[in-house]
């Protein structure tokens, strides 16, 4: 179900953490329309890869 919602291209670890992320933010804000869920959804795979790179020391990349 996550590989379906998130992409082949994530990782089971990815998966929870872009999941997380998600649900955290589904219930912090009034998210109704599909527009919303799309720009949510991005949000959550902005932050991940962000995250990754910064771990990396890769500031500029991030």
């Known amino acids: 179900m996550l590989r379906v919602k998130w992409g082949k291209t994530y990782k089971p670890d ?13 219930e912090s804000y009034d998210i109704q329309s599909a527009g919303h869920i799309d720009t949510l959804k991005m ?13 990396m020391g890769d500031v500029d990349g991030a």
Request: charged share 25%; net charge negative; glycine share 0%.
């Open 43 to 55: 949000i959550c795979k902005t932050s991940l890869k962000a995250n990754q790179l910064l771990d």
């Open 14 to 26: 990815e998966w929870i953490q872009l999941e997380k992320l998600y649900n955290e933010m589904m």
